[in-house]
C-alpha cells in the first residue's frame, strides 16, 4: 500500500502533460485498411472454409478463434492431423500429425493497421519498397505480387505449411505441389487452391461483387483470396473500443490500480521501451530469453530442436533467439504467451520477463500442449543446460524484479486493454460456407 501511495503521488507530482507525453496517439478510423462490405463478406467465409487446406479438413479459424482470443488456448497448435479445437484438440488415429507447429499462434487484433511493417514471430514478411513485390519474404524476389496488405500476404503461408494446412507429401495435389516446390505460377499450390474456390458458383459470384476486374473475366488468384481474408481479419478484430483507448481519446480514466500500472509501464519498469505505440508493440525483435519447447524451428532433416527467432531470417548474430515484441492488445484473452507459449498464466510470464535470465534457469514447465507423443521431446531444450545457456547469453534488456504490488498493477493496467467487441468478433462465425463442408465452432 505503502508502494502505490507513493506512485500516485509521483503521478500527482508529474509536471502538467508529462504522461499525456508517454501515451501513443489513439487510434482513428484513419489508421485502418478500409473495405468494402462485398469484401469483408466474402473473406469471412474464406476464413472459415476448410477448403483452403490441402485434405479440406482445417480453416484458418482453426487455430485463431475467438473461444481463445483469435489464438488456439494451447502453447504450440496440432495443425493437420489434429481433431477438434484448442486445448480439446487431438491427434486423429487414421492422420498422426508429423509433429507440434514450431511457435504459437499469434492472436489477430489490429493486423488491419496501416502501419503494420513486419509479422510472424521472426518477421520473415516484411515490409520492403525496393521489391517488386514490396514485401520481403521467403521467398525473395521469386513472390507474387497483388498483395492489398502486409498482412494479406501472411496468409499465404500456413496453407504451404504440410503441419498447418497443406496437408503432408501424397496427401493431396496441394502438398505435393508443395514438396516439389511448386509455390507460384499456373502449376503451383496457391493457384491449385484458387482454382478449388473458383469452381464453387457461389464464391464465383461473391468475387465479381468484390472485385470488378474478376468480373471482367480475369480468373480468382490466391492472392484475391487473401486479400479478402485480410479484409474480414481488419473489421472483424478491430481493437479500440477498450478503457485503454477512452484513455488515450481522454474520454475515461483509469481505475486506481491500473493508473498506478501505467505508470510503472509508461516508467520505471520500462515495458513501453518496446511495447510502444497504439498496438504496445514496436514491431521489432528482442532477445528476451522465452522458453523454449516443441520442435523447434528446424528443417525436417536437422537434429536440434531450437529455434534462434530472428537469426533464421537475417542470418546476423545479434538477432539471435529475438522474437517479435507481442502486442498487448487483449493480452488477458491470449493466453499461453510466449513465442513458443512457455506460460500459461499472465501474473507468471510478467514476473519473468522483467528477471528473464534467472526466470530462465528456474523455469517449471506451464505449457498447455494437447496430449500427442511427439517424435521430438517437447523439452528437449529447456531440459539442456547447454541450449539453455545459449538462450540467456542473448537476452539484451534490463532486469528488474517486481514486487507483488507492482505486478498486481501492471496486471490492472493490462487489463484495461480489453475490448471485449473485438474478441467477440463483429459478424462472428458463419451459419454456412460456400464448399459445404464443416466449420469449426
Known sequence: ?????????????LPAGAMAQT???????????????????????????AELSGNRNISCGTCHHPRFGTGDGVS????????????????????????????????????????????????????????????????????????????????????????????HYQENEISKAVRQGRLTGPDGAWEAIAARIQAIPAYQEMFEAAYPAIKAGEPIH???????????????????????????????????????????????????????????????????????????????????????????????TEDAYAFRTPSLRNVLATAPYGHAGGHSDLRAFVIDHATPVAALEAYQPQAILPAFDPAKPDWAVMQSGEERAAIAANVRGPSRTLQAAETDAILAFLGTLTDQAAIDGRMGIPLTVPSGLPIDR
Not at 484513419?30 to 467465409?45: I, M, N, P, Y
Open 1 to 13: 500500500m505503502k508502494h502505490l501511495f507513493g506512485t500516485l503521488c509521483l503521478l500527482a507530482a
Open 23 to 49: 501515451r501513443p496517439n489513439p487510434l482513428t478510423d484513419a489508421d485502418f485498411r478500409q473495405h468494402s462490405e462485398a469484401e469483408v463478406k466474402l473473406g469471412q467465409l474464406l476464413f472459415w472454409d
Open 76 to 167: 504450440l497448435s496440432l495443425g493437420e492431423g489434429g481433431i477438434g479445437l484448442g486445448p480439446e484438440r487431438k491427434p486423429d488415429p487414421a492422420n498422426l500429425p508429423e509433429q507440434r507447429i514450431p511457435r504459437n499462434a499469434p492472436g489477430l487484433f489490429n493486423l488491419g493497421i496501416l502501419d503494420l511493417r513486419t509479422i510472424f514471430h521472426d518477421g520473415r514478411i516484411e515490409a520492403d519498397p525496393a521489391r517488386p513485390s514490396g514485401l520481403r519474404t521467403p521467398l525473395e524476389d521469386e513472390m507474387v505480387v497483388g498483395f492489398a496488405s502486409l498482412l494479406s500476404a501472411q496468409s499465404m503461408f500456413p496453407v504451404l505449411s504440410p503441419d498447418e494446412m497443406a496437408g
Open 222 to 316: 490466391f492472392t484475391d483470396i487473401s486479400n479478402a481474408i485480410a479484409a474480414f481479419i481488419t473489421v472483424e478484430w478491430r481493437a479500440d473500443g477498450s478503457v485503454y483507448d477512452g484513455w488515450l481519446r481522454g474520454d475515461a480514466e483509469l481505475p486506481p490500480l491500473a493508473a498506478e500500472g501505467a505508470a510503472l509501464f509508461y516508467g520505471e519498469a520500462g515495458c513501453s521501451a518496446c511495447h510502444s505505440g497504439p498496438l504496445l508493440t514496436d514491431q521489432a525483435f528482442h532477445a528476451m530469453g522465452a522458453p523454449q519447447l516443441g520442435p523447434g524451428k528446424a528443417e525436417r532433416f536437422e537434429a536440434h530442436q531450437r529455434d534462434i527467432g530472428r537469426k533464421r531470417v537475417t542470418n546476423r
